[in-house]
């Protein structure tokens, strides 16, 4: 049946080489546990992206609970942690995904620097894997002031009085990230929904495909 | 190796396993956020107590009249008292009834009387469905079905109204 479905869209519209292309390409020995255990290491890089599937996945279902406004965003996520089904897992997925995917970005720049991964020609990527690493930073200081609690208040306080430090721009900087010049509050709160959910995740996948792209391009290094 | 117990192929072997334990993966991964988006639809609705509607039984005529009150409504995490109203008289049988004024055609809110042109019956004015003094709908308009009626009840003579329901379900 799906063998079937399959072949009357390749049939018209010539499929196969596309997913060929992108799916189809041999994984060379050295970057294979199976052939040399220590070869786990290539996998970190894999294993980020997954946490980050997993991250996108389980937050584009939060915000089906979750609602950013200063009356309502704290006991919209009590609420679905406490009376949605398998909202405490959800919210956990996130939570918890949320510190994973840092470690995970850490050992795979980490692997790349002990290997000299880095070195040309592959110095683009790099610098686009460091950007990758700010995004994801940014995910994580825009969407730990969403669940609106103390936590969540003062570590943003904290964060915007960092940003504040910067010579010249602080003040402009800390007043465009928190919509306001001192208040920590309802503007801030949407200002940083909005960037956590929209504008970062759209500056991570366009990251990620140049990331993908450029491996492919470029192919794996090594061996050592 | 023999080649005719080979049944399954290296191929097919991999291709079995990367499924399984992909879809394994895939199914661990969206088990619990697609439970908690269905969760609304398993969720029993807790049906409303009935409230007083702040209508003395001795007051209700063979006229209908319309009637507002307030009920407390909780929404997810968020509580509010809604506005609920009803039309209410007393039928040829000496009954009390309340219609829910929401309209059975698309929702819109009806009323006594509500057009000139059609004495003695509710009007919708969305697509101009009409209803008899009981209820029914008249026939070759767009309702089809009766208003639906709350659920009620008389204590110390005032009137206390619960749920709207289908007609024959209240
Ligand atoms: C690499 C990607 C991401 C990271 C690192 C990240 C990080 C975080 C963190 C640290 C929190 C606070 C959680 C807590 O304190 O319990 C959070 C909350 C939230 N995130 Fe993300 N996030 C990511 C992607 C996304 C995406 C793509 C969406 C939506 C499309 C999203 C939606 C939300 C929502 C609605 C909340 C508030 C609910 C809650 O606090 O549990 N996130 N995120
Ligand atoms: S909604 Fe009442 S007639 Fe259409």
């Given at each position: 049946m799906?063998?079937?479905?399959y072949?009357w869209i390749?049939?018209?519209?010539?499929?196969t080489p596309?997913?060929?292309?992108i799916?189809d390409h041999?994984v060379?020995?050295?970057?294979n546990?199976?052939h040399?255990?220590?070869?786990?290491?290539?996998c970190?890089g894999g294993l980020?992206f997954?946490v980050?599937?997993?991250?996108i996945?389980s937050?584009m279902?939060?915000t089906?609970y979750?609602v950013p406004d200063i009356?309502n965003?704290w006991?919209?996520?009590?609420?679905?942690?406490t009376?949605?089904?398998?909202?405490q897992?959800?919210?956990?997925m996130?939570?918890?995904?949320?510190?994973?995917?840092?470690?995970m970005l850490?050992?795979?720049?980490?692997?790349?620097?002990?290997?000299?991964?880095y070195?040309?020609?592959?110095?683009?990527?790099?610098?686009?894997?460091?950007?990758?690493?700010?995004?994801?930073?940014?995910?994580?200081?825009?969407?730990?002031?969403?669940?609106w609690?103390?936590k969540?208040?003062f570590?943003?306080?904290v964060?915007?009085?960092?940003a504040?430090?910067?010579p010249?721009i602080?003040?402009q900087?800390?007043?465009?990230?928190?919509g306001?010049?001192?208040i920590?509050?309802?503007?801030?709160?949407t200002r940083?929904f909005?960037?956590?959910?929209?504008?970062?995740?759209?500056?991570l996948?366009a990251?990620l495909?140049?990331?993908f792209i450029?491996?492919?391009?470029?192919?794996?290094?090594g061996p050592? | 190796?023999?080649?005719?117990k080979q049944?399954v192929?290296?191929?097919?072997?991999?291709?079995?396993?990367?499924?399984?334990?992909?879809?394994?993966?895939?199914?661990?991964?969206?088990?619990?956020?697609?439970?908690?988006?269905?969760?609304p639809?398993l969720?029993?609705?807790s049906?409303?107590?009935?409230?007083?509607?702040?209508?003395?039984?001795e007051?209700?005529?063979?006229?209908?009249?319309?009637i507002d009150?307030?009920?407390?409504?909780?929404?997810?995490?968020?509580?509010?008292?809604?506005?609920?109203?009803a039309w209410v008289?007393?039928?040829?049988?000496?009954?009390?009834?309340?219609?829910s004024p929401?309209c059975?055609?698309?929702?819109?809110?009806?009323?006594?009387?509500g057009?000139?042109?059609?004495p003695?019956?509710?009007?919708?004015?969305?697509?101009?469905?009409?209803?008899?003094k009981?209820?029914?709908n008249?026939p070759?308009?767009?309702?089809?079905a009766?208003?639906?009626?709350?659920?009620?009840?008389?204590?110390?003579?005032?009137l206390?109204?619960?749920?709207?329901?289908?007609r024959?379900?209240?």
């Amino acid at each position: 049946m799906l063998q079937k479905i399959y072949d009357w869209i390749d049939d018209r519209i010539d499929i196969t080489p596309i997913w060929r292309d992108i799916a189809d390409h041999e994984v060379p020995e050295h970057v294979n546990p199976a052939h040399h255990f220590s070869a786990f290491v290539y996998c970190f890089g894999g294993l980020t992206f997954f946490v980050v599937v997993i991250q996108i996945l389980s937050g584009m279902f939060l915000t089906m609970y979750y609602v950013p406004d200063i009356e309502n965003a704290w006991q919209s996520v009590y609420y679905l942690q406490t009376e949605v089904a398998h909202g405490q897992i959800v919210r956990g997925m996130h939570h918890w995904g949320a510190s994973v995917v840092i470690v995970m970005l850490l050992l795979h720049t980490l692997r790349v620097f002990f290997q000299g991964a880095y070195k040309k020609p592959r110095e683009l990527n790099w610098v686009v894997g460091v950007l990758i690493f700010f995004v994801m930073l940014g995910l994580g200081f825009t969407g730990y002031l969403l669940p609106w609690d103390n936590k969540a208040y003062f570590a943003t306080q904290v964060g915007l009085e960092i940003a504040e430090q910067v010579p010249f721009i602080g003040m402009q900087l800390k007043t465009l990230l928190a919509g306001d010049a001192t208040i920590v509050g309802a503007q801030t709160l949407t200002r940083f929904f909005a960037i956590h959910v929209f504008f970062l995740p759209a500056a991570l996948f366009a990251l990620l495909a140049v990331h993908f792209i450029l491996i492919r391009r470029q192919g794996i290094s090594g061996p050592l | 190796m023999s080649d005719e117990k080979q049944q399954v192929s290296r191929r097919q072997f991999l291709n079995y396993t990367l499924t399984g334990v992909g879809g394994f993966m895939a199914a661990g991964l969206l088990i619990s956020p697609i439970r908690m988006a269905v969760d609304p639809v398993l969720k029993d609705s807790s049906a409303g107590d009935l409230a007083n509607v702040g209508l003395a039984v001795e007051d209700i005529t063979s006229e209908p009249q319309r009637i507002d009150w307030s009920v407390n409504q909780v929404d997810g995490w968020y509580e509010s008292e809604v506005n609920r109203s009803a039309w209410v008289y007393r039928n040829d049988d000496d009954e009390i009834v309340a219609f829910s004024p929401i309209c059975k055609h698309l929702g819109c809110v009806v009323s006594w009387e509500g057009s000139e042109q059609h004495p003695n019956e509710y009007f919708c004015p969305c697509h101009d469905g009409r209803y008899y003094k009981d209820g029914t709908n008249v026939p070759g308009t767009p309702p089809l079905a009766p208003l639906d009626e709350y659920e009620q009840e008389v204590r110390d003579g005032m009137l206390f109204l619960g749920d709207a329901r289908p007609r024959g379900e209240a």
